[in-house]
Protein backbone atom coordinates (compact mmCIF):
# COMPACT_ATOMS: atom_id res chain seq x y z
CA UNK A 1 0.00 0.00 0.00
CA UNK A 2 1.68 3.18 -1.41
CA UNK A 3 0.76 6.54 0.45
CA UNK A 4 2.07 9.95 -0.16
CA UNK A 5 0.96 12.62 2.36
CA UNK A 6 0.84 16.03 1.34
CA UNK A 7 -0.74 19.48 2.82
CA UNK A 8 2.03 20.46 5.39
CA UNK A 9 3.16 23.74 5.83
CA UNK A 10 3.96 26.69 8.39
CA UNK A 11 1.01 27.91 10.59
CA UNK A 12 1.04 30.30 13.55
CA UNK A 13 -0.23 28.86 16.79
CA UNK A 14 -3.98 28.59 17.43
CA UNK A 15 -4.53 27.85 13.58
CA UNK A 16 -5.46 25.26 11.59
CA UNK A 17 -4.17 22.71 8.98
CA UNK A 18 -5.85 19.87 6.50
CA UNK A 19 -3.20 17.05 5.82
CA UNK A 20 -4.38 14.28 3.23
CA UNK A 21 -2.97 11.30 2.61
CA UNK A 22 -3.55 9.73 -1.55
CA UNK A 23 -2.87 6.22 -2.42
CA UNK A 24 -2.63 6.74 -6.42
CA UNK A 25 -1.53 3.18 -6.86
CA UNK A 26 -3.59 1.16 -4.80
CA UNK A 27 -6.72 -0.72 -6.04
CA UNK A 28 -9.80 0.53 -4.10
CA UNK A 29 -10.07 -3.29 -2.96
CA UNK A 30 -6.95 -3.03 -1.39
CA UNK A 31 -7.32 0.41 0.30
CA UNK A 32 -10.78 0.26 1.61
CA UNK A 33 -10.40 -2.95 4.57
CA UNK A 34 -6.74 -0.85 5.60
CA UNK A 35 -6.10 0.52 8.65
CA UNK A 36 -3.95 3.80 8.06
CA UNK A 37 -2.62 6.09 10.74
CA UNK A 38 -1.12 9.47 10.65
CA UNK A 39 2.01 9.25 12.35
CA UNK A 40 4.66 12.32 13.39
CA UNK A 41 8.37 12.72 14.27
CA UNK A 42 9.05 15.43 16.03
CA UNK A 43 13.27 16.60 15.98
CA UNK A 44 14.88 14.75 18.91
CA UNK A 45 12.49 12.55 19.81
CA UNK A 46 10.48 9.23 18.75
CA UNK A 47 7.79 8.83 15.72
CA UNK A 48 4.30 8.42 17.50
CA UNK A 49 0.59 7.84 16.43
CA UNK A 50 -1.41 10.84 15.90
CA UNK A 51 -4.53 9.05 15.34
CA UNK A 52 -5.41 6.16 13.07
CA UNK A 53 -8.91 4.58 11.46
CA UNK A 54 -10.00 1.09 10.20
CA UNK A 55 -11.52 0.06 6.78
CA UNK A 56 -14.89 0.36 8.99
CA UNK A 57 -13.83 3.96 10.21
CA UNK A 58 -13.16 2.79 13.74
CA UNK A 59 -11.10 5.99 15.54
CA UNK A 60 -7.70 6.34 17.47
CA UNK A 61 -6.46 9.20 18.22
CA UNK A 62 -3.27 9.94 20.46
CA UNK A 63 -3.72 11.76 23.99
CA UNK A 64 -1.78 14.90 22.98
CA UNK A 65 -4.40 15.36 19.83
CA UNK A 66 -7.74 14.15 21.10
CA UNK A 67 -10.32 17.05 21.35
CA UNK A 68 -7.99 18.89 18.45
CA UNK A 69 -7.32 16.94 15.10
CA UNK A 70 -9.99 14.86 13.37
CA UNK A 71 -9.32 12.13 10.83
CA UNK A 72 -11.59 11.03 8.23
CA UNK A 73 -11.10 8.80 5.03
CA UNK A 74 -13.05 8.80 1.34
CA UNK A 75 -12.67 5.49 0.27
CA UNK A 76 -13.64 6.42 -3.60
CA UNK A 77 -11.14 8.61 -3.61
CA UNK A 78 -8.42 6.49 -2.06
CA UNK A 79 -7.48 9.73 0.76
CA UNK A 80 -6.94 9.40 4.04
CA UNK A 81 -7.58 13.28 5.84
CA UNK A 82 -6.13 15.13 9.27
CA UNK A 83 -7.86 18.00 10.22
CA UNK A 84 -5.61 19.86 12.53
CA UNK A 85 -7.38 22.85 14.53
CA UNK A 86 -6.22 24.94 17.15
CA UNK A 87 -2.30 23.99 16.51
CA UNK A 88 0.36 24.72 19.23
CA UNK A 89 3.88 24.80 18.73
CA UNK A 90 4.69 21.14 20.00
CA UNK A 91 2.71 19.93 16.89
CA UNK A 92 5.62 20.95 14.68
CA UNK A 93 7.34 17.70 13.49
CA UNK A 94 7.03 15.81 10.14
CA UNK A 95 3.84 13.93 9.24
CA UNK A 96 3.82 10.23 8.35
CA UNK A 97 0.70 8.25 6.91
CA UNK A 98 1.07 4.86 7.02
CA UNK A 99 -0.39 1.46 6.47
CA UNK A 100 -0.72 -0.89 9.19
CA UNK A 101 0.68 -3.66 7.05
CA UNK A 102 3.29 -1.55 6.14
CA UNK A 103 7.13 -2.57 7.39
CA UNK A 104 8.64 0.71 6.05
CA UNK A 105 8.32 4.43 6.39
CA UNK A 106 7.78 6.47 3.09
CA UNK A 107 7.90 10.65 2.55
CA UNK A 108 6.95 12.89 5.23
CA UNK A 109 5.25 16.41 5.11
CA UNK A 110 6.58 18.84 7.53
CA UNK A 111 4.37 20.95 10.19
CA UNK A 112 5.68 23.97 11.87
CA UNK A 113 3.17 25.79 14.35
CA UNK A 114 5.00 28.98 15.12
CA UNK A 115 4.44 30.57 18.23
Known amino acids: LHLQPFGGGLVQAGGSLRLSCAAPRTITSVFNPSTIGWYRQAPGKERELVADITGSGVINYGDSVKGRFIISRHNARKRIFLQMNNLKPEDTADYYC???????WGQGTQVSVSS
Open 98 to 104: RSSSSHS
